[in-house]
């Protein structure tokens, strides 16, 4: 038993749907979010400039005795070698790995397509960690770039025709590729869920990156033995701008009220 | 005579757009330009983040002695006060006194929109700069969050069916508010113009307000006596995310190639 608790970071507020997650499948747990709101997004950045911050948030987690950092977005995930991710210091998994085992588990045909942002995309992360596990896979990215300020600026509605309209400009190359199963590669995208859904024709397998890492996680501190013990769950949110308003969208993010703090944090001391 | 150059900044790309026109206007100018890449957008942000971020980019342009800085960003401008401005110690402009004044100018009945990012809008900063130059007139905001994702993902061809759509959702308000007049409060919004002016049904003044500054500056230099000599113009590029592929995207808000240096610079120095 171990009831240090669980860091979470994203670049804004995507992460929040992993915590939902966590919520769910660990309700005992304690979790530190951390979104970097005052340098988001980091999906356009240099891979440079995304380690930067990456270990930055990193080590303001590090700050609260965490039992295990998750990098709850897919830029970030993307981005770090495991040489970065072991310098860290501590028990740390992305999104990547746990997402390709998902779309390798479900795929029939073995094609699957990775959906993201610019820098993951460009990484080819996804990509590698799927041959990793099975080397006959053959992967197909495509950056979706303006699916992340869409959610955020409340395009989220399942019948918005313009996001569907973009969603049908990006993922048509996926249908054209004939893949049966997409990674939704970005923490921000389960709020378009239906969305994509529906551009597909609702035929193939989504596999939403940020579950896919709460469900590893669950899995990781059951047999490590670091779970904690009951009735001490309860989240801590940090964030690097202004906390106005940020119940009100995390609530979208979380499905329902934001229970616990929001502390603003000062970019300098990260 | 002086030659010293300008500084120009802004969070990212939008102001070059401004650049574009100083080096119209001002050909034997030298300008010093720094793009926060790796902090861009600013537009969501809280004011006290987008205030420190500006003062923080004055203090770098200031070390390359510049005679006059001047924030072609809207959002930057709506954010600093005077006191703000008197204390960053160097002759300085933002864009929204120069395009208020354009705006009143060419009003008929009195009625100006103002679209800009989320936090122009929020400020109020073109409505009081209008007010004081004619009390009479009305003002009509809105902020159109979308417009600078569109137009950094290259959603800015005069047909394209998303960004129109986008407009005509935006834009709205402004034609049942019947402003003869609309002041484009971003520097990025000068590359969907057409799309915009479309979305009024044309029948309303667009006023540019990276231009109006560049004008200004012409104006100041040459009542100050501050103009450079003959031959010295050319611009130089500074960034906080890497230059790499920065030469493409801003040549399309130059209009043209970039010719002069892109140099990164590290964010903790500023």
Redesign the interface.
Known sequence: MDNRAIGVFDSGLGGLTTVRELRKLLPDERIVYFGD???VPYG???R??IRKYAMQDIRFLKRHEVKLVIAACGTVSSALTPELSAEAGVPFSGVVVPAAQAACAATVNGRIGVIGTTATVRSGAYGRAIRTINPDARTFGNAC??FV??V??G?IEPDN??TA??AE?YLKPMIDERVDTLILGCTHYPLIYDIIDRALGSRVTLIDAGKQVARWAQGYLAREDLLAGPGGGGTEFYVS??P?GFSEIAGLFLGGDVKGDVTQIDLDTL
């Open positions: 709101t005052g340098r356009n950045r240099s440079e400039t770039p303006l300020p869409l955020e600026n395009f025709e313009i309209k973009v400009i701008d202004s106005d």
